[in-house]
């Protein structure tokens, strides 16, 4: 199938599913309050992968994870009411891209180099993370060893050089 097709067949089912969706939130009205709106936010995420999927561009998992993982954030900032974690929670977003870049290489079939460029995205987050919330007091297991972090980042940025092939 041709891509022209194949984008005509994604949009198609989305609006399909779409429609499905609204009718059945109308019908039911006690799906409405069981169906949380980070959810739907997250559903957008799925939808964008599935889009992706169907018309061959393995590259709508970079969105898809954006969307997906925000959606997530905000669903965890909605169940336990703390919103003030936005403080520091952002710095997970480039983790998402991250993330979104390791599965479009899956897909895609780039994995080599995927999964290392997606994979140093994610830790930087993971780090920056770790700092900030250390900084608003979330991580307080970190406390005043957060420094530690930005030593072992260093060495690993001057040691990844050597064992790079040529």
Known sequence: MDRRR???LAAGLVLVLLGVWFLVAQWVPGL?????????I???GVLLLVIGLLTGVPAMAVPA???????????????????????YAWTLIPGFVGVGIVLSGL???EIRQSVSGGGWLV???????????????????????????LILM???????PLFRSR
Do not use: H, K, M
């Open 42 to 44: 997250v559903g957008v």
């Open 65 to 87: 994870c954006i969307v997906g993982g925000i959606g997530g954030l905000l669903y965890w900032q909605n169940a336990t009411g703390n919103w003030e974690s936005w403080a």
């Open 6 to 8: 194949r984008s005509s």
């Open 107 to 109: 897909l895609g079939g």
């Open 154 to 160: 260093g060495l690993l940025i001057l040691i990844r």
């Open 32 to 40: 409405q309050t069981w169906f949380s709106w980070p959810l739907t």
């Open 123 to 149: 830790l930087i987050s993971l780090v920056l993370f770790t700092i900030f919330g250390s900084f608003f007091g979330a991580l307080g297991f970190v406390g005043d060893y957060w420094p530690v972090l």
